[in-house]
């Protein structure tokens, strides 16, 4: 039997909408109920296996029931603009779907819905219509059913007429004298004022229509009967307007709604833009996307390549540094040579070194996968990753594949040639070495392409001279790794224990009885019915005892401060104290990956383990710090870091006379601040006020908001408003800078560090106003800590072509946002400092002058 699926597009739009997180392409457009939309046409079309399918939408505000009731619908709340944006490309892809879409003025999607079905019953067609309109259940029947989507796009319920009978006490017409007689206020339809939809079912099941009301309305008693003689008038427009029209004809018939084959290149290209790769991956998008066909010859031979090439390392694993290369391939551009690893092992450190340009995709993993070969290889030229990456940091980096894309090469992802999850496999060689044909010759045609648009973007320095130069130098710390004492971390465990054995007892008895501390639904009827503190916030498992409604707390009961401590403690011992043991290698050592290719500010992070994100505030977390030793005892760790450096970068930048010249008297910053906000000589700043103008002074340069410094000081958000503009009243260029940076961003599209590192601004446009402000505090922001991360950078490249310190007996471990981490043979450690200070404060010329404090000692923690 045929079957046609009926769509109620806007109503759909709206549940997808509303029923999924806000999402937003890379260009900006607002895309959930986009995605919503598209999940739903899989669902149906997998699930129902449809043979006609038609989309109708809202052609116009106004229809033919305004002419009868100016009011209908009135009062409805504005389509907001993030959604408004997205029914252009939601019809665009229900065109790729291949789906009949249908919109006509003066009527509403119900009726176009209405008449199609009535037209589908008499042909003997079954119906299934969806929708997130209670209205349309009134054409349930034999052959239509009705899918409405109570919430969201999944939570369904599907109206028969048994469902109708069963949730009601009705039929399906019923439905409508239901509306008539209650209203209903979505669409602004008034009803009888009075009738609920209780007295409104109670009334029809016994006299079954509006009008079998009214003719029995003598035997109604009261106020009820008084409410319906009085709006006899409302109830019957009600009806009427409650009644889906069912008699519209079309210049189509049902054969035009058949399925058409749907345009698979046009949806995948509709995914690609819109970022849906879990859609893209319920493709087979091999299929309908023609990898690209390299016009290259094979050859046999390393000797048969060019002086100029690009190299890939293949394996199987994420982390380098402790898997092995399996295949190996190289191009010039003409001739193409692929292997496995054994076959070229004995000639690979002999070729590489004799080439003239070696370019590669991801550099750093590429000498991590070479140094297994003991092969110490950093001389790469190039690293495509690297530049696509400074392109557009805010797109992920994934595989060769998605970064080839962005070029219109089209090869398989590395998901295609290893799997994913359940589906992970080890690639046999006839799968492996076509595949990584294609890589390297991907990898070898992007690069022109890809130094044409650097160069245009005016981002190929920042590529040559600063982003490969540190991909080096990091890939050697990386190897390096840095030396752990794994008796300090189990001592540290040990101790760590017994402190949360005590809290435990203290919790316990707190308490009046053992329980435990670790189940959140035991510490919810601990703290909300026997202790019977105030509720907070309620979770759908019961109640919430997230760390934000136990600091709200923490005033009511002694037990919350133990709590408090218990979680903090526990944390730091099984993530660090004990984690960390798990991290250390053969080699006594910890060797961590730093990742170059993540936050849009150009900021480093750290994994497997993230050395970045050691609590520090807390005592017991910088003493892991004690377990971090220099490789030997006459070694020892020595730490540089910049002094305020975001600050100074925020006075460069704005040239503000009164920043300036606070920091190149060498006066502390954050009591100069005090004392011009609150109008008080410099002797005269209290400790408190010196809190309160560091807060602000950190918070402009971390885009913080008057809720944010409210919240951060403790003050009422007035204050915190008052505070920041007196603050920027105080220091006029910085007001300034904050205007005009958030102009250009409207303007250009995106901001600028000193070293011309972009960040794009894809929401700095956007109409809803809570996006808006969020991305205009991030353009005032960016450029300062994306300078400042860039000047660390520098700093590093500097110190690693210094010819003085190669003089040295020293290594740098690691970088911690603006800290470098050296060890250093401890006779050396004062003739060693000064050198390398000089480096990091004459890394980049400023409005003022960078500042480097440092200390060193027997390990990370006891330093001075």
């Known amino acids: 039997m045929n079957k046609l699926i009926l769509i109620d597009g806007n109503s759909l739009a709206f549940r997808a909408f509303y029923g999924l997180p806000l999402l937003t392409s890379q260009s900006g457009l607002h895309t959930n109920a986009i995605f919503g939309f598209a999940r739903i046409l899989d669902k149906i079309i997998r699930e129902e296996e449809p043979t006609h399918f038609l989309v109708a939408f809202d052609a116009g505000k106004s229809t033919f029931r305004h002419k009868k009731y100016e009011a209908y619908k009135g009062g409805r709340q504005k389509t907001p603009p993030e959604l408004g944006e997205q029914f252009a490309p939601i019809r665009k892809l229900i065109d790729a779907y291949g789906i009949k879409r249908y919109e006509e003025m ?81 669409d602004n339809i008034p009803g009888v004022p009075g009738i609920g939809e209780k007295t409104a079912i109670k009334l029809l099941k016994k006299y079954e ?65 819109y970022g849906f790769n879990s859609l893209l991956e319920n493709m087979d998008v091999q299929e309908v996307e023609e990898v690209s066909e390299f016009k290259v010859e094979t050859v046999d031979s390393l000797n048969d390549l060019k002086e100029n090439v690009s190299i890939f390392l293949e394996a199987d694993g994420e982390n380098y540094l402790e898997v092995e290369a399996r295949y190996f391939g190289v191009t010039d551009g003409e001739r193409v040579f692929v292997s496995t690893i054994d076959e070229v092992k004995g ?33 790469f ?17 994934i595989d060769v594949a998605e970064t080839a894309q962005t070029f219109s090469i089209n090869i398989d992802n590395d998901e295609f040639l290893y799997g994913k999850g359940r589906t992970k496999k080890t690639p046999t060689d006839e799968e492996a070495i076509p595949f990584l044909k294609n890589k390297i010759m991907a990898i070898h045609n992007i690069l022109p392409k890809m130094e044409v648009r650097l160069k245009h973007d005016e981002l190929f320095d920042l590529w040559m001279d600063l982003e490969i130069p540190l991909a080096k130098i990091l890939g050697k710390m990386e190897q390096t790794g840095i030396t752990v004492n794994v008796n300090t971390l189990k001592n540290m465990e040990n101790e760590i224990a017994r402190q949360l054995e005590t809290i435990v007892g203290h919790i316990h008895e707190l308490a009046g ?15 909300f019915e026997k202790l019977e503190l105030p509720v907070i916030k309620k979770t759908k498992t019961g109640y919430s005892t997230a760390v934000d409604v ?54 480093l992070s750290s994994v497997d383990p993230n050395l970045q994100n050691i609590p520090i505030r807390l005592e017991e977390g910088r003493k892991t710090r004690k377990a971090f030793v220099p490789k030997s005892e006459d070694h020892v760790l020595l730490s540089l ?21 606070a920091f190149n008297s060498h006066n502390d910053i954050h009591t100069t601040t005090a004392a011009n906000v609150f109008g008080v000589p410099v002797e005269e700043v209290t400790s408190a006020m010196r809190s309160n103008a560091k807060a602000v002074n950190f918070g402009i340069v971390y885009g913080i908001s008057d809720y944010g410094l409210s919240q951060q000081l403790g003050i009422t958000r007035k204050e915190a408003k008052a505070f920041i503009d007196t603050y920027l009243d105080t220091f006029v260029r910085v007001k ?84 470098l981490v050296f060890d250093v043979r401890k006779d050396q450690v004062e003739a060693f400092i000064p050198v390398v200070k000089e480096i990091m404060e004459n890394a980049i010329e400023l409005e003022v002058d960078l500042e480097v404090d440092y200390e060193y000692g027997k390990n990370w923690y006891e330093m001075e």
């Open 381 to 397: 030229t190039t690293d495509i990753m690297l530049g696509s990456f400074i392109l557009d940091p805010s797109r992920k980096i």
């Open 347 to 379: 000639e690979l450190e002999s070729f590489i070194n004799s080439r003239k340009t070696i370019n590669t995709y991801d550099l750093k993993r590429q000498m991590g996968l070479l140094s297994h070969l003991d092969i110490e290889f950093r001389d």
């Open 736 to 819: 300034e800078y904050m205007k005009d940076i958030v102009k250009e961003a409207k303007r250009d599209g995106y901001v600028k560090t000193l070293l011309n590192r972009r960040r794009y601004m894809p929401d700095i446009n956007a109409s809803n106003f809570s996006v808006r402000s969020f991305a205009e505090r991030t353009a005032m922001n960016s450029p300062i800590q994306g300078s400042a991360a860039d000047i660390i950078k520098l700093a590093m490249v500097h110190y690693d072509e210094s010819e003085k310190v190669k003089e040295f007996d020293a290594e740098l471990l690691l970088q911690i946002h603006d800290e």
């Open 106 to 186: 003066d009527y509403e999607a119900d009726d176009i819905i209405g008449s199609l079905a009535k037209l589908a019953n008499e042909n003997d067609m079954e119906t299934i219509i969806i929708t997130g309109d209670r209205d349309l259940t009134q054409l349930a029947g034999e052959k239509t059913k009705i899918y409405y989507t109570k919430k969201g796009i999944t939570d369904i319920d599907v109206y028969t007429p048994e469902f109708i009978n069963e949730k009601y006490g009705l039929t399906p017409l019923q439905i409508i004298d239901m509306k008539g007689l209650m209203g209903d206020s979505s």
């Open 209 to 273: 229509s509006v009008e079998g009301v009214y003719e029995n309305i003598d035997e109604l008693k009261g106020k009820q009967k008084e409410n319906l003689e009085t709006n006899k008038d409302l109830a019957f427009i009600s009806k009427d307007l409650a009644t889906i029209y069912r008699d519209m004809t079309f210049d189509f018939t049902l054969d035009d709604l058949k399925l058409r084959e749907e345009n698979q290149e046009e949806k995948i290209e509709i995914y690609k833009e």
């Open 513 to 527: 009885e053992a329980f435990n501390i670790n189940s959140p639904k035991q510490l919810g009827e601990i703290l």
């Open 641 to 661: 870091d910049y002094s305020q450096i975001e600050l100074r970068v925020l006075a460069s930048i704005t040239k503000d006379e009164k920043m300036i010249e």
């Open 550 to 603: 136990l600091e709200k707390l923490e005033p009511k009961h002694a037990i919350i401060k133990h709590i408090l401590e218990y979680r903090t403690l526990s944390k730091l011992q099984s993530t660090y104290v004990i984690g960390l043991q798990g991290d250390v290698k053969e080699d006594s050592r910890i060797h961590t990956r730093f990742n170059q290719t993540l936050a849009q500010t150009g900021r």
